[in-house]
């Protein structure tokens, strides 16, 4: 297993649990928040290197959730994941305290290696 | 046909009530600007009209009195003169000196020297009898006693008398004065007078050729000859006006009904009446002369208003249906721009919740294909996992399409940036890369290897030439050509060209091809996609332009700076 865990935060329920067991598939540790709330209580209990915000969610907003983030766990990198976005597949502005922002739907590679790079690791950008 | 853009149909002329109101606007304009500018002239016109009127009556009354007064003074300054001179004589000289033909004749002679006007000269004695007399005729021992004229200056002393023929058969008359002798008995001096001598005086130098001049008696007998109312001795066909101490001027109308002002005098101590008579329309010529002056003036300052009042009427109107056309325009830009946000947040609401849905598909399939690849061997695993990848790659296509729809409707708001044309437009032409293939449509580009960046908004660029192409689709038949084409114009330009061999646009249609709501589609088309093109053209600074042949095809060509400004005031 990869030493680095990642938590996915989005309302869809299905999303975030296929995406955990796709990462875990890969070696890397995941576990998934559908809420603001669920993931501040999940990183209460564990420390995640790697936080995976939809910016669309009922209640806490992933920009809220970001800012949250920002204060409280600022050692946590943070890409955003959006259904929002521009012909050319990227975000028009990555907000301030996020590594990246990436469109829905992206491939698992493309995921994986935002999260090597996030974590300052070696990895390829998959378009 | 090609065609120059910045012409755009005016709306309200296809709009009846409109132009009632144009025309009303119009009308009311020029009634009340011509009732403002003209009613002071014609007033002003009007006053100076009836003083100059009385300005010229009055000087006309003025000169004929100045003229006949003078003529009357001349006149009773002659006859005075005569008859004084005779009183002179005949208190002078003793009824023997008059009496004597020698000194009579002699007196005579003084007379004429002196005076001038005398015809002859003779003493009466009181029987009547002409007892002396110095003259052409041969008037000696003549008896006037049973004349009127003797009785009246044996009565009176002094006696003139009216102009008569007579013993002497040319017009003269008769001064005679009275003198009474110690015994009773009295003897008279009788002059007779040639009528020249007042006809040069009633002449007198400056009278018109239309001054009549002459002299009746109080019966209206003529005096002297006139030169329209009579001869000499005849009746005056005026009459003889009542007496008046001073010189007075009236105006009457004569028997064919021409107006004249006549002017008379009654001469003092004489049968005389001294008339002169002018013509109305002859003392009125310099007046007349003004008058039609002042109605040209009239005239011409009354065409000359109207002209201005109705061009700048029409200027006036005009302006305000510009302004109207502008209101309108901006009010149909606005409601379209309203109608793009509208469309734009609902296509970026569907596309984001058809993009969550993407992503569990797509997660669920790669996590089927993980599953199958590390699993072991199971039937059809092969076909599970191209069945699975071919949803991923449907996902992928699914994708492409949310996000061009994303970034066609996310901005308004022009926005530069740096911007490779031919990778744009074909871009754009995959949104009908679909429709071409299906239609059999051969699509051509002409796109140069190395092109030059542009600063420009890429969402105009799009709309621009989403709006061009799909034009260009609709004209086009099923297996048609259409050509895309991008050429740099000089150091600044860049020119795209999209030429298509569809239905053509006929020369009418062409002129209105960018006006608002003009459409060909009928109700397939809204009239507005290459009117927001224009605008959207124009608003980055460039140009468009349009050719069209009917049956041939249609060239639409979009010149773009390389550098452009954007203009930001324009409403899209």
């Known amino acids: ?127 | 046909m090609r065609l120059p853009i910045g012409r755009r149909r005016n709306r309200d002329t296809d709009d009846p009530e409109g132009e009632r109101r144009y025309s009303r606007i119009r009308r009311y304009t020029v009634i009340l600007t011509l009732v403002v500018a003209l009613v002071p002239l014609f007033v002003l016109t009007g006053v100076n009209y009836f003083l100059y009127r009385r300005s010229a009556e009055a000087e006309i009354r003025y000169n004929m009195s100045r003229d006949l007064l003078n003529t009357s003074r001349s006149l009773e300054f002659v006859m005075e003169e005569r008859l004084s001179v005779l009183k002179l004589l005949v208190q002078e000289r003793t009824l023997a000196e008059l009496s004597d033909s020698r000194m009579l004749t002699a007196t005579f002679q003084h007379l004429e020297q002196s005076f001038g006007g005398f015809v002859d000269l003779g003493c009466i004695n009181a029987e009547g009898i002409q007892i002396a007399y110095t003259g052409p005729y041969q008037l000696l021992g003549v008896n006037y006693r049973e004349q009127s004229w003797f009785n009246e200056v044996s009565l009176r002393g002094v006696y003139v008398s009216d102009v008569f023929l007579g013993y002497r058969r040319f017009p003269h008359f008769v001064i005679a004065v009275k003198r009474a002798a110690g015994d009773g008995s009295f003897y008279v001096l009788r002059a007779t007078v040639d009528m020249d001598l007042l006809n040069k005086r009633v002449f007198l130098p400056g009278m018109g050729r239309q001054d009549d001049v002459f002299i009746v008696n109080r019966e209206g007998i003529l005096q002297t000859s006139s030169r329209f109312h009579g001869q000499l001795l005849e009746r005056c066909t005026i009459p003889v006006p009542s007496y008046s101490p001073s010189t007075e001027v009236i105006e009457d109308l004569d028997e064919a009904g021409v107006s004249y002002a006549l002017g008379y005098s009654y001469i003092p101590n004489t049968p005389f009446v001294l008339m002169m008579i002018r013509r109305r329309a002859d003392l009125l010529a310099q007046w007349v002369r003004d008058r039609t002056e002042l109605l040209s003036f009239l005239a011409l300052s009354t065409v000359g208003v109207v002209i201005v009042v109705l061009y700048s009427s029409r200027s006036l109107v005009m302006q305000i249906r510009a302004a109207d056309q502008k209101r309108v325009q901006m009010l149909h830009d606005i409601e379209y721009t309203n109608k793009m946000a509208t469309i734009g947040r609902l296509a970026a609401s569907v596309a984001h919740e058809i993009n969550n849905p993407l992503a569990i598909i797509n997660e669920k399939a790669g996590l089927l294909h993980d599953l199958a690849a590390h699993s072991d061997e199971f039937p059809h695993r092969e076909k599970v996992l191209k069945a699975v990848e071919s949803i991923v790659k449907s996902v992928e296509r699914c994708g492409t399409v949310t996000h061009r729809l994303l970034g066609f409707t996310r901005r308004m708001d022009a926005k530069t940036e740096k911007i490779h044309l031919p990778s744009l437009i074909s871009e754009v032409m995959e949104f009908l890369g679909k429709e071409a293939l299906h239609r059999n449509i051969e699509v051509v580009t002409d796109f140069p290897e190395e092109f030059p960046l542009i600063e420009s908004d890429r969402g105009y660029l799009q709309q621009i030439f989403l709006n061009v192409i799909n034009n260009a689709f609709a004209a086009l038949r099923d297996g048609g050509r259409l050509e895309l084409a991008v050429r740099t114009a000089g150091p600044d330009q860049v020119v795209a060209v999209v030429r298509d061999d569809g239905v053509g646009i006929s020369e009418e249609n062409l002129k209105h091809i960018f006006e608002p709501f003009f459409s060909t589609k009928g109700q397939f088309g809204t009239g507005l996609g290459l009117s927001i093109t224009y605008g959207l053209v124009q608003k980055l600074g460039g140009r468009i332009e349009v050719a069209s042949r009917v049956g041939e095809g249609t060239t639409f060509t979009v010149t773009l700076p390389i550098a452009g400004p954007v203009r930001s005031d324009y409403p899209v």
Request: charged residues 30%; without cysteine; proline residues 6%.
């Open chain 1, 1 to 127: 297993m990869e030493p680095f865990s990642v938590l996915l935060i989005d309302d869809e329920e299905e999303l975030v649990s296929t995406l955990v067991e796709r990462l875990e598939f890969r070696g890397i540790r995941a576990a998934a928040a559908t809420s603001g709330r669920r993931a501040f209580e999940a990183l209460e209990k564990q420390e995640f290197q790697v936080a995976v915000i939809d910016l669309k969610m009922p209640g806490l907003s992933g920009i809220d959730v970001l800012e949250v983030m920002r204060r409280r766990y600022p050692d946590t990198k943070v890409i955003l994941i959006t259904g929002h976005g521009t012909e050319d597949g990227s975000s028009a502005e990555v907000p301030p305290g996020a590594f990246d922002i990436l469109l829905k739907p992206f491939s698992i590679e493309a995921l994986i290696e935002r999260i090597h790079a996030a974590l300052g690791r070696q990895g390829r950008r998959v378009p």
